[in-house]
């Protein structure tokens, strides 16, 4: 027969496995969601410093708004039309409206060649697009170099084999010009080519000196034909204020478009990617949430005795659920208020001191972050919701 003493040492013992097993379960449950918190706190930060860090890269080579055609490829401007325009730059300071016209054509340079977008640009342009504060190469401007001269971007040059604009090399430009007269007997004269100094080499990002030979409007509408620009450019500081002018004035017969706009593409598929990684980190978060499900699981088989006498005693359902709820919102707290804190720590770590690097070749050293209060708000409702939830679900199944 055991003694009573080595009985209540059985007992005793045996509370403090269950108490252990208690606080392991909850420690896990909060570990995992202040992981899951942190983890998307610094995720979504690092997606919109990534997202700024583009953006600022596209600052110097798209136009705050870019208004073109939504019926063809040329802006067919009335007299009216160009009225409005000049007025925008009367009504707002800073504000200034540009034509663009834009033709596809192959550039030669020896036994080089590259078929790029020549842009025939008014003398502003460079000054809007700040081009002197990307400038590679320049040819000497005390030279006079009539009227044929181009302004290529980085890419451009590198395929044509340019690296130096002193002196300034001549490079070919050829247009096809197809007419009714064009047959397989004259296709020599469906082209036509105009020698050119290039006279300066800029690097403003990395698409647009790819793409982007620049000339003189003057001779480039002469060459080209074109009577109609391909967009009109505005660049002012007012940009919502801008925007609404014009899209009350021109409703559906232009198209406007923003920075971000003109890269829709790259920008869609960066917050897609986004999307993506927030619901992977919301599992993640559902999985850790159900640690705080077998917590009050533990604690309920712990405390059934006193559940019992509770009951016993006058409590209603609503105040023994109210227990364990307020028990496994403690837990989702905790654990969502900690990983805030680490979260918001890497954070500012990276932004001011830099612990990931982007590595050699890239424009900044470091990762960008950029933490937004937008960040925090859809971390804590994810977080939160999910915790609360479950813990909800729990303790009614727990109770009954």
Not at 79 to 95: Q, V
Not at 238 to 265: C, D, H, K, P, S
Not at 372 to 377: L, S
């Amino acid at each position: 027969m055991p003694s009573f003493s080595s009985f209540i040492a059985k007992k005793y013992f045996f509370s403090l496995g269950k108490l252990g097993a208690i606080r392991l379960m909850s420690l896990a449950a909060l570990v995992g969601l202040a992981l899951g918190t942190a983890a998307m706190t610094v995720v979504l930060s690092a997606f919109d410093g990534l997202e700024d860090l583009i953006l600022t890269q596209f600052e110097d080579a798209n136009a705050t708004l870019k208004i073109e055609s939504a019926t063809g490829p040329y802006v067919e401007l009335t007299s009216e039309d160009s009225l409005f325009l000049s007025g925008l730059e009367a009504n707002y300071e800073e504000t200034s409206t540009m034509a663009i016209y834009e033709k596809r054509v192959l550039l030669t340079y020896g036994e080089n060649q590259h078929i790029a977008y020549l842009l025939g640009v008014p003398k502003e342009y460079a000054e809007r697009h700040h081009l002197s504060e990307h400038l590679l190469t320049m040819a000497d401007p005390g030279m006079d170099y009539g009227t044929y001269t181009l302004t290529l971007g980085a890419g451009v040059a590198y395929h044509l084999g340019l690296s130096s604009t002193n002196p300034p090399p001549i490079v070919s430009v050829y247009l096809p010009k197809i007419t009714s007269k064009t047959n397989v007997l004259n296709l020599s004269d469906a082209i036509e080519g105009q020698n050119a100094f290039a006279t300066s080499i800029h690097s403003v990002q990395p698409d647009y000196d790819q793409k982007y030979a620049l000339a003189p409007q003057g001779w480039f509408k002469d060459f080209t034909g074109a009577k109609a620009p391909s967009f009109v450019e505005i660049h002012t500081p007012e940009e919502r204020r801008v925007r609404n002018a014009i899209e009350a004035y021109f409703g559906n017969r232009m198209t406007i478009a923003n920075r971000l706009e003109q890269e829709a593409t790259l920008f869609k598929v960066m917050r897609s990617e986004r999307m993506v990684v927030v619901f992977i980190l919301a599992f993640i978060v559902l999985l850790a949430s159900f640690g705080v499900v077998s917590a009050l699981i533990i604690i309920a088989l712990e405390k059934k005795d006193d559940v019992h006498t509770l009951w016993a005693m006058g409590a209603s359902e609503a105040d023994l659920r109210s227990i364990f709820f307020k028990n496994g919102l403690l837990i989702v707290a905790t654990g969502w208020l900690s990983g805030l804190v680490v979260g918001l720590g890497i954070i500012a770590l990276q932004h001011y001191v830099g612990i990931v690097p982007l590595g050699t070749g890239y424009v900044q050293e470091y990762y960008p972050v950029s933490l937004k209060w937008e960040h925090i708000a859809l971390t804590s409702a994810i977080v939160l919701g999910i915790g609360s939830s479950l813990s909800a679900w729990a303790t009614r199944r727990v109770i009954k």
